[in-house]
């Protein structure tokens, strides 16, 4: 996504466009447009599972990991499953990464498996498969989880960092000491650490 002046993203984009990808859905849209492209691909009633993992950079190494487990896993999930690669950085680096909750902001890419089907009796497949191939892209990472993308509750301290984390605990041990938010992806506050996480 380029936010700006419409030509002047154009010709950062051109180089892109050249290379006559088979499906080409570049062009200036609203945001809200932009927001909602993917809402086809993920139909009320469908069963999902996606990760969200940070990657230092795209080596060689890392596209051939991805392109032997993409295409299997993509074609056990047909037809809405996809295996993405953001390219990630720009605007978020010119904040220091101190001055915000938001963690990680040296990352180059992000990686982000989205498998998508309709049976339960597939369930465990397909988590299993979306599981191992996010393990096997982890060498290349960085550690950290972009929680948006990553359903399980125990990837939270991962997101921030093990210093931003305790200064996140210390802000809910301030403010919200009962854990009476807890409804996302939770930092639980001191007291109740041990226990087990809320639904």
Not at 27 to 54: C, H, I, K, N, W
Not at 144 to 150: D, I, R, V
Request: charged share 25%; no cysteine; aromatic share 10%.
């Amino acid at each position: 996504m380029y936010v700006g002046d419409p030509n002047a993203g154009a010709a950062l984009i051109r180089p892109i466009k050249d290379l006559g990808p088979a499906v080409d859905v570049i062009g200036p849209v609203p945001y809200t447009a932009f927001q909602a492209m993917l809402d086809p691909s993920a139909p009320p009633g469908m069963r999902s599972y996606s990760r969200g993992e940070y990657l230092r950079e795209l080596t060689d190494q890392a596209i051939d990991s991805f392109l032997q487990r993409a295409p299997g896993l993509t074609t056990e999930g047909f037809p809405l499953t996809q295996m993405v690669i953001f390219k990630i950085g720009q605007a978020l680096t010119a904040v220091p990464e101190e001055h915000r909750a938001f963690s990680h902001r040296d990352a180059t890419y992000l990686f982000h498996p989205i498998a998508v089907w309709s049976d339960a009796a597939d369930d465990q497949r397909l988590i299993s498969s979306s599981r191992e191939f996010a393990e096997a892209m982890r060498e290349f990472g960085t550690g950290a989880a972009y929680l948006n993308f990553t359903p399980e509750s125990d990837r939270v301290r991962d997101a921030f960092g093990d210093d931003k984390y305790e200064r996140l605990v210390a802000r809910k041990d301030k403010y919200d000491p009962d854990n009476l938010f807890h409804h996302n992806e939770n930092i639980k506050p001191t007291n109740q650490v041990g226990e087990p996480a809320l639904a």
